[in-house]
């Protein structure tokens, strides 16, 4: 475990894996924002995976670790959960619309203009054209 942190062998499995039992256990001994990370993750784990406590600590533990792996050090926006909900919202709209919704049909259910729906679909069609 000496070379454990050197720049060139360092990757998120092997630090993950050279974590000492006590220390995983000790979550005030991690930086502040990853220890509220692992908190969030292992309550989702707990309520929505139905993992025990510690399975679940662990776990993301692991998640945390290795998306700080990635992406630490970096400025990173994310954003709310809104933008999701949103995006999840206008792919419906558009399998509806193709499985033979009309536009006003959409518009009613969903609460929103004729005009947003036929720009919803547009746009989820340039995003189907670009994958």
């Known amino acids: 475990m000496s070379n ?4 060139d062998s360092a990757d998120a499995s092997r630090v993950i894996d050279g974590l000492d ?7 005030r001994c991690w930086p502040t924002l990853l220890a509220e990370l692992v908190d969030v ?15 679940a600590i662990f776990k993301a533990q692991d998640v945390v670790l290795a998306i700080s792996h990635h992406l630490g050090g970096r400025a990173v ?3 709310r959960d809104d933008k999701l909900k949103r995006a999840i919202r206008d792919n ?11 536009h006003a049909e959409l518009a009613s ?8 729906i ?12 670009g994958r």
């Open 118 to 129: 036929y720009s919803i679909i547009s746009g989820q069609r340039q995003l189907r054209r």
């Open 77 to 79: 926006y994310l954003p």
């Open 4 to 7: 454990l942190f050197d720049s």
């Open 41 to 55: 993750v292992a309550d989702h784990m707990e309520t929505r995976e139905r993992l025990d406590p510690e399975t």
């Open 109 to 116: 259910k969903m609460g929103l203009t004729t005009a947003r």
């Open 92 to 102: 419906s709209i558009y399998r509806a619309w193709k499985a033979g919704a009309t």
């Open 21 to 27: 039992y006590e220390f995983r256990k000790e979550t």
